[in-house]
Nanobody, 124 residues
Framework: VQLQASGGGLVQAGGSLRLSCAASGGTFSRYSMAWFRQGPGKEREFVAA???????YYDDSVKGRFTISRDNAKNTAYLQMNSLKSEDTAVYYCAAGSNIILSNLRQKAGYNYWGQGTQVTVSS
């Protein structure tokens, strides 16, 4: 499976961005999809995930501001980011995995495939 993330950019605090993750080479509908991010000098951290059955999970830091979704017909996952804050500045990575148990859904190790990352910069 190949993943291509896009949609990053520079935005002012309080603004919005929508990230896309286009998948190819696999059966997209069977995969759980997730977004992780890595800020300057930080570890890569979980942001949001959506399972094959469209159940969603969020880190507390983005709950109520970010929405993860998927379009199986387009083999694409999305991350709608609203009310952006300076602390959301990071490189955002999409990831895909199959048969991920619930306890691994928020862990990097749970995912087999990774996109190249897209930079999101929020200016205050």
């Amino acid at each position: 499976v190949q993943l291509q993330a896009s949609g990053g950019g520079l935005v002012q605090a309080g603004g919005s961005l929508r990230l896309s993750c286009a998948a190819s080479g696999g059966t997209f509908s069977r995969y759980s999809m997730a977004w992780f991010r890595q800020g300057p000098g930080k570890e890569r951290e979980f942001v949001a995930a959506i399972r094959w059955n469209a159940v969603t999970y969020y880190d507390d830091s983005v709950k109520g501001r970010f929405t993860i979704s998927r379009d199986n017909a387009k083999n694409t996952a999305y991350l709608q980011m609203n009310s952006l804050k300076s602390e959301d500045t990071a490189v955002y990575y999409c990831a895909a995995g199959s048969n991920i148990i619930l306890s691994n859904l928020r862990q990097k190790a749970g995912y087999n495939y990774w996109g190249q990352g897209t930079q999101v910069t929020v200016s205050s």
